[in-house]
């Protein structure tokens, strides 16, 4: 069965330091691993992937995860937070059989402090 | 415009009433996707479509709930004799293709609250 975790309820950082939003899963197979962002009274936006290859990927906005396998983690980075990356960002994981759902974290609140 | 479209996006409606929640996928994506997020909690996975099938309806609460896709495109999502508990943001998402590797898309959600 798939779960994925995200242990801090809310990340507090001031603009221009660097950032981490952890996420741990548990997929049976090859893990797919995606993050989105929700800004208030918005849909989610896809930002980015792991699918294979690297373990560091980039997308949207400046950001960056990094996959590892022994730890079965995906922690988002960003190296110089902005006000503007203040929303609620959700760690999903897709995989373990026929399945083709991705199950979404609790999500972890990020506040940026100008 | 280009993106998933939901209508409405903001429904009231009493305890025991029935509604249709609307979701027009973005064009030529073959997977579509509900999900239900109420407040203060992620995504909960409801059903996916491939097509015009159901191919995993495992989230769906109990049988007051029901989804269709008739013509592979725009999907509803039916609501039979709702309870204040059905109360949330019902999320549609679309994708291109049915392989592991692609994104979803996001609506941005229809609101339902039942008083």
């Known amino acids: 069965a798939q779960s994925v975790a995200q242990p801090e309820d809310q990340v507090n950082v001031a603009e221009g330091n660097p950032l981490t939003v952890k996420c741990t899963y548990s997929?049976?197979?090859?893990?797919?691993l995606f993050w989105y962002v929700q800004y208030p009274n918005r849909g989610l936006q896809f930002l980015l992937k792991y699918i294979t290859g690297d373990n560091l990927v980039k997308g949207s906005y400046g950001f960056e995860a990094e996959f590892n396998k022994s730890q079965t983690s995906f922690h988002l980075k960003k190296p110089s937070a902005l006000v503007s990356d203040s929303a609620l960002y959700f760690c999903a994981p897709r995989g373990g059989g026929a399945t083709n759902k991705l199950i979404f974290g609790t999500g972890t609140l990020l506040a940026v402090q100008p | 415009g280009a993106g998933v479209s939901q209508t409405p996006s903001n429904k009231v409606t009493e305890k025991g009433k029935y509604v249709e929640l609307r979701c027009d996928p973005i064009s030529g994506h073959t997977a579509l996707y509900w999900y239900r997020q109420s407040l203060g909690q992620g995504p909960e996975f409801l059903i996916y479509f491939q097509g015009t099938g159901a191919a995993d309806d495992s989230g769906l609460p109990n049988d007051r709930f029901f989804a269709v896709r008739p013509e592979g495109s725009v999907s509803t999502l039916k609501i039979q004799r709702t309870e204040r508990g059905d109360s949330a943001v019902y999320l549609c998402a679309s994708s291109i293709g049915t392989g592991f590797a692609g994104e979803l898309f996001f609506g941005e959600g229809s609101r339902l609250t039942v008083l």
């Open positions: 997929v049976s197979g090859n893990p797919y």
